[in-house]
């Protein structure tokens, strides 16, 4: 999960390792990450025009919201939207990342209640929530703060309280890296940073040039909101199902007691996977979301 990840990057920047660092053993066999771009079905023209995010929508079916991580560009989501043919696709891109113009803080927030109105205003009728990382946290946000509306919510490496076993000095830290850097110290840090949350750090670099546009003080506002932001108390509202797909380096037991309160939930781990679970094993990954899927058709 995305602190288990942070606490490697402490020390891959103490070590001064850099991009060569990978979490794990023994070296794991490449699989390609689908970069091709997708063609866009349909672009939102609504009433409702969010300030947090973005939104590009392809296909028809089951309404399917997906949310990247921290900096990251819809695109990671380009072999998953490829996997849910049969959906109707909405993937967010938020504000500060990936080249986006940033909003002020506070961006998880702001994007929670905006995701609520996009819902309401596209008249989205329970859709499938799936999110990495940021976006994992903001999906159980999300289903925590409007238990009505959401359908069926995928977590993907992510857990109500990220920051909870992280020294916030220490996270604080790496956020002060990134808010006082240039463009070019900016797009080093956040390769180094990365480098360890997939088997092989060549799975990542295809994104990391649409990271390192992200708006430096944003992507370091937004880390910060992350790590300071405790929903334990706020997840037993939670009436969706809920589905934690985490790697295997994380702390599967500290994210059950996490998310204990939610009254329908189920914790999965995947094998030889890290932080991005889903560009490490695509096969996996998917035939878990539809297993998922599967048990609530709507």
Known sequence: MLYRAVAVAL??????????????????????????PLPVIAAIDMPFQPQSFTVTVRGHGRPVILIPGLGC?????????????????????????????AIPAPLEQTARAELAEYIRDNHL????????????????????????????????????????TVDPAAARAISDIWRTSNSADFADAVRDFFSPMALDAHTLAPYMPAVARSDRRAFADAFDELFTTDLRAEVGK??????????????????????????????VVLPNTRHFVFLDDPPAFYATVDRFLARYPR
């Not at 929530?129 to 959401?150: C, K, N, R, T, Y």
């Open 125 to 164: 009728d329970h859709p499938v929530i799936i999110g990495h990382s940021l976006g994992g946290f903001l999906a159980l946000w999300l289903a925590a703060s409007e238990p009505d509306l959401v359908g069926p919510t995928i977590v993907v490496d992510a857990a109500p309280a990220i920051g909870g």
């Open 11 to 36: 020390a891959t920047f103490g070590a001064g390792l850099g991009a060569a660092a990978c979490h794990g053993g023994s070296a794991q066999p490449q699989r390609e990450p689908i970069v091709t």
């Open 73 to 101: 560009p819809g695109s990671v989501w380009d072999g998953t939207v490829a996997h849910l043919a049969n959906a109707e696709t909405h993937v967010i891109e938020l504000a500060g990342f990936a080249g986006h113009p």
């Open 238 to 267: 939670i009436r969706a199902p809920v589905l934690f797909v985490l790697s295997d380096v994380s702390p599967a037991d500290e994210v059950r007691a996490q998310s204990a309160a939610i009254a329908n939930h189920d914790v």
